[in-house]
């Protein structure tokens, strides 16, 4: 079974830059299409990026330019670049593995992480 584990979450001011880090461990993720959600207080968990296992990207549009999301399979480790923090951006941001290829829906993934904390301050 594989697990994952968040990283790389803080308090951080607008217009600063966080990377957050997914470790999986148990399995590897190679075959995995990994993403980035995130879930702010009050509204629903909502995709930010995937990351085939090829390499190919997939942003929901009000990410774009923003945010980078990359991954090391070697590593068994999935990044997400944030810059230019916005005080809406301030979520728990959640990593998640789906056997669906770029799967841009909550319920193709399979295997998620317990989050991390990103709080930006104005």
């Known amino acids: 079974q594989v697990q994952l584990v968040e990283s790389g979450g803080g308090l951080v001011q607008a217009g600063g830059s966080l990377r957050l880090s997914c470790a999986a461990s148990?399995?590897?993720?190679?075959?995995?299409?990994m993403g980035w959600f995130r879930e702010a207080p009050g509204k629903e968990r909502d995709l930010v990026a995937c990351?085939?296992?090829?390499?190919?990207?997939y942003y929901t549009d009000s990410m774009k330019g923003r945010f980078t999301i990359s991954r090391d399979n070697a590593k068994n480790t999935v990044f997400l670049q944030m810059n230019s923090l916005k005080p809406e951006d301030t979520a728990v941001y959640f990593c998640?593995?789906?056997?669906?290829?770029?799967?841009?829906?909550?319920?193709?993934?399979?295997?998620w992480g317990q989050g991390t904390q990103v709080t930006v301050s104005s």
């Open positions: 998640a593995a789906s056997t669906v290829f770029l799967a841009r829906r909550n319920n193709s993934y399979d295997i």
């Open positions: 148990g399995r590897t993720l190679s075959r995995y299409t």
């Open positions: 990351i085939s296992w090829s390499g190919s990207k």
